[in-house]
């Protein structure tokens, strides 16, 4: 149990470390960040409140993430998680599984599982290559 719990903090911590150097890529490819995109971030919480919301959508996907899931990360003071559908068809939900007034929903080009994917076949040309 503790063992299953600490690989799902650190595949969060993975995705916390993945969305922070795709940033460009996750956040749109360079699409200028205007007045609409920052008013997606209007939550105000504590350190451990935003700790707390991220536990709870860990635990509720059990790291078994939703296709539509690209990672999460803290902006100023909300967690925003990335999606790659419409952030307005599952804003409820994420709210609801975080237990939260307000989650940072931002759209990205792409899911978590496509990275992991990319991620594992990079490593396994890199590993039939070594000598």
Known sequence: MKLERMRRFA????????CAALGAALAGCGRAEGPAERALI???Y???ERAEQMRRLT???????????GGMYVERDSVVVCVTCDPETVRDEICRLAGADFVG???VAYSWRRLTE???AAEARRAAAAP
């Open 118 to 120: 990319v991620c594992a």
């Open 11 to 18: 595949a969060l911590g993975l995705a916390l470390a993945l």
């Open 59 to 69: 635990d509720a996907w059990s790291g078994d993430w939703p296709d539509y899931y």
């Open 46 to 48: 504590s350190a451990e």
């Open 42 to 44: 209007l939550g105000e």
């Open 105 to 107: 929903v931002r759209r």
